[in-house]
């Protein structure tokens, strides 16, 4: 046997065998100077009961503290060893080509060798090597460290494990620790191949990429002040999918205890994927389109929150709150609501914010002790597009805003398909550069709430409604739209689904023949701001910054009413495009459309026409007319019919609403005046939504009466209104006219 293996040391071998029964655990040697006590396996992971490491000195060590040796113990290893364990031989850095050559000696591949390196990145501290298991068919790793006696031993290197680094050091201000030095060189491949085409390779790219190389089990075992000195800006550790390494997390916090944040692969991931797997083609849509979540979806708090003090008095310590766990963390008092700062966006009630806590303060009430801080409480949320998210001062009172920028960045090029989608989609070029307006303002002026929504309707599927849509979402950023179904549109209990969002697509509304929808939607369209209310929730009133897209293949999606000011109908193009057609977009879209379209909307509205200014009513379109017809009533269709009748004749119609009012009730109500008679007020409306001109002011019309002159031409409008005023017309010359006009219409309708 070796000299410095255990069992030679009597006292040693019996502290070992000791800690042995008293955890039910095997004792392995992995260093001159340490043992490992571990556990069975559990999902092919080992479980870290305790290390036992021996100074150059002899003195013991041993993680966790409840089991060092006794004093007794202590003193006997002590005395055995304090001579020989300055003869044993101590790890040193190799060069990188002397481990290249043990590795060659060895015949292991190189992507079977990881190398850890030293913060330089000029020697190599430790290797593992990864090999596979004849018998069990397993991947086993095995360490190999260089010592000064000019040997390779299968050992870890004297300090213990240290991280796996990329060969060169980026310039990332972030850190991304993964389980395992395999994962970790995926990851860091994935954010640095040039040809790489993976759908996170921008958010890991953000990052540079080391491996824990301890184990999930047993993170305590790393050097993390490696991690502190490097100085990253942030930390994150991904979780390995499966029982242990989803664990990890709390653990590897613990042993950190800075500032840091985790991801954890939910149960759509096959059970222990990590980095190095190909992503789940559920994940993919039939186009090849990447439709899942972003690493930004998948992550967690994680940092360590809570230590104790220990005061020197009688009874427990004392437990505060760490000033990293802190800073993380807001409580909305307003709504009794938390927030952590890197998420803006996620809002959780107090037994949620608990729940997430309790793993890294081992406290039940976390709530209760963030409370305890000023710098953990703002009076309420608030959401601000236009503002950074988190603390704000606004009217004097300290809130949280929840707002979330889009991820998409501006970015300079070609826009012509961009704009031939758009062509293509809305044929009529006036309705099309009304959309674009409302679209730019959309994406480039998050400071700006449009009063108006926009409806997109065609019998034909596949025209590109949902495509515009699409891009939308992509623009203002996945927290801030949602997508409710027309029931949750008009269930009037809860409208959670417009809080805090800049966008609401609705994909499909058949409302037509109701007011309820219309009506609905109204109010989100005109308030300012919100009584949110949520199932299950206390309501809270915030700032409504919601902008509102409806699509819809019926050909009567909504009963607009005919002074209806709040809803923009581009007339939608009824040709459907080939698969080949939307193939291409999508594939621009998913390059670099996305940001071109950002650039392009950024200079859209640098031409202050371009922009929808506050308060501006939704523009008419043909589209609009048609669909507000849909609605009319008998009464008000009869006007429009006679309307359009006598321009499509060619004539210059001149009329006046008092006299369409006597034909309404010569025609729909025999003659008789009663309380359902239509207004010459929804006379003029219904006259305006068909194109016709209105006199801006009344003119004479008899005996307190008073008439507006309407015409398919404005010249005409104003001589009319002139020359009644002159005559000053009196009420026998209505009643003539309204005759004539009655007589008329028979006559074309009995034809």
């Known amino acids: 046997m070796?000299?410095?293996?255990?069992?030679?040391?009597?006292?040693?071998?019996?502290?070992?065998?000791?800690?042995?029964?008293?955890?039910?655990?095997?004792?392995?040697?992995?260093?001159?100077?340490?043992?490992?006590?571990?556990?069975?396996?559990?999902?092919?992971?080992?479980?870290?009961?305790a290390t036992v490491t021996i100074s150059n000195d002899a003195t013991i060590k041993c993680w966790p503290k409840e089991y060092a040796p006794t004093e007794q113990e202590a003193e006997g290893i002590n005395k055995e060893l304090k001579d020989v364990v300055a003869k044993w031989p101590r790890s040193t850095p190799a060069t990188i080509v002397g481990a290249e050559t043990h590795q060659s000696k060895l015949g292991v591949s190189r992507e079977d060798w990881f190398q850890c390196l030293t913060a330089d990145r000029k020697m190599v501290v430790w290797v593992q090597e990864r090999r596979y298991n004849d018998h069990t068919g397993k991947k086993e790793y095995k360490p190999w460290a260089f010592f000064s006696d000019g040997e390779w031993r299968q050992m870890e290197p004297d300090e213990g494990p240290s991280f796996w680094k990329p060969n060169a050091a980026t310039n990332c201000s972030m850190l991304m620790i993964h389980e395992g030095p395999k994962a970790a060189r995926a990851a860091d491949r994935i954010a640095n191949h040039p040809d790489s085409t993976h759908p996170w390779r921008e958010e890991l790219a953000s990052y540079e990429h080391w491996g824990l190389m301890s184990g999930a089990a047993a993170p305590e075992r790393m050097d993390w002040q490696e991690v502190r000195r490097a100085g990253f800006d942030e930390v994150v550790y991904v979780c390995d999918n499966d029982t242990?390494?989803?664990?990890?997390?709390?653990?590897?916090?613990?042993?950190?205890?800075?500032?840091?944040?985790?991801?954890k692969f939910n149960d759509e991931f096959p059970p222990a994927w990590d980095m190095a797997d190909p992503i789940p083609k559920k994940f993919y849509n039939e186009k090849g389109l990447y439709i899942g979540p972003s690493l930004d979806d998948l992550m967690v708090p994680g940092t360590w929150g809570a230590e104790l003090l220990y005061t020197g008095e009688k009874g427990r310590p004392v437990t505060y709150l760490r000033d990293d766990f802190k800073r993380q963390w807001k409580c909305a008092v307003e709504q009794g609501v938390f927030i952590n700062e890197r998420w803006p966006d996620r809002v959780y009630s107090k037994d949620q914010f608990n729940a997430l806590a309790v793993a890294f303060t081992r406290l039940a009430n976390t709530a209760v002790k963030l409370l305890e801080y000023e710098h953990g409480r703002v009076e309420s949320l608030a959401y601000v597009p236009a503002q950074k998210s988190g603390t704000?001062?606004?009217?004097?009172?300290?809130?949280f805003n929840t707002h979330k920028p889009s991820p998409i960045r501006s970015l300079a090029g070609d826009a012509s398909p961009w704009l031939d989608f758009l062509e293509k989609l809305i044929p009529h070029p006036d309705d099309r550069h009304k959309l674009m307006k409302w679209?730019?303002?959309?994406?480039?002026?998050?400071?700006?709430?449009?009063?108006y929504a926009v409806l997109l309707f065609s019998e034909m599927q596949g025209t590109g409604k949902s495509t515009l849509a699409w891009i939308l979402t992509k623009q203002v950023g996945p927290r801030n739209y949602s997508t409710p179904s027309e029931s949750v549109i008009t269930n009037p209990q809860y409208n959670d689904f417009a809080a805090e969002k800049r966008l609401i697509v609705c994909h499909e509304i058949y409302a037509g023949s109701s007011n309820s929808a219309y009506n609905r939607l109204k109010n989100l369209i005109t308030e300012d701001e919100l009584l949110v209310s949520k199932k299950y929730a206390v309501g809270y009133q915030i700032d409504n910054w919601a902008h509102i897209l409806v699509c819809s293949n019926s050909s009567s999606p909504l009963k607009l009413s005919v002074d209806d000011r709040r809803w923009f109908v581009p007339r939608v193009t009824e040709e459907k495009k080939e698969k080949s057609y939307w193939t291409t977009l999508y594939d621009w879209l998913n390059g670099d459309g996305l940001g071109i379209i950002r650039h392009w909307a950024e200079r859209f509205v640098q031409d202050r026409d371009n922009v929808v200014k506050p308060g501006e009513e939704a523009p008419a379109s043909s589209a609009k007319a048609t669909m507000v017809k849909e609605g009319f009533t008998p009464s008000e269709r009869l006007v429009d019919d006679w309307l359009h009748t006598e321009r499509d004749n060619g004539g210059v119609v001149v009329t006046t609403d008092l006299a369409l009012r006597d034909l309404v009730r010569e025609i729909i109500h025999g003659g008789r005046y009663d309380d359902k008679l239509l207004k010459?007020?929804?006379?003029?409306?219904?006259?305006?939504?068909a194109g016709f001109y209105i006199s801006e002011k009344t003119t004479p019309a008899g005996e307190h009466r008073n008439a507006y002159i309407i015409s398919n031409d404005p010249e005409i409008v104003k001589k009319t209104w002139g020359k009644v005023k002159e005559a000053q017309a009196t009420g026998a010359d209505i009643k003539m006219v309204s005759e004539r006009i009655a007589s008329d219409f028979r006559q074309k309708m009995a034809m």
């Not at 664990?247 to 613990?254: M, T, W």
């Not at 679209?439 to 009063?451: V, Y």
């Open 392 to 399: 704000l001062t606004i009217n004097g009172r300290r809130v």
């Open 2 to 49: 070796a000299d410095h293996d255990y069992i030679n040391y009597p006292a040693l071998k019996q502290y070992i065998n000791r800690l042995e029964a008293a955890l039910g655990a095997e004792a392995t040697q992995t260093n001159f100077k340490t043992i490992s006590l571990r556990s069975g396996t559990r999902e092919g992971y080992y479980r870290q009961l």
């Open 439 to 451: 679209i730019a303002t959309l994406i480039a002026r998050p400071d700006l709430r449009m009063g």
């Open 244 to 263: 242990p390494g989803g664990e990890a997390l709390i653990k590897v916090s613990e042993a950190y205890r800075g500032r840091m944040y985790g991801v």
């Open 680 to 689: 010459p007020a929804t006379i003029r409306k219904v006259a305006r939504n």
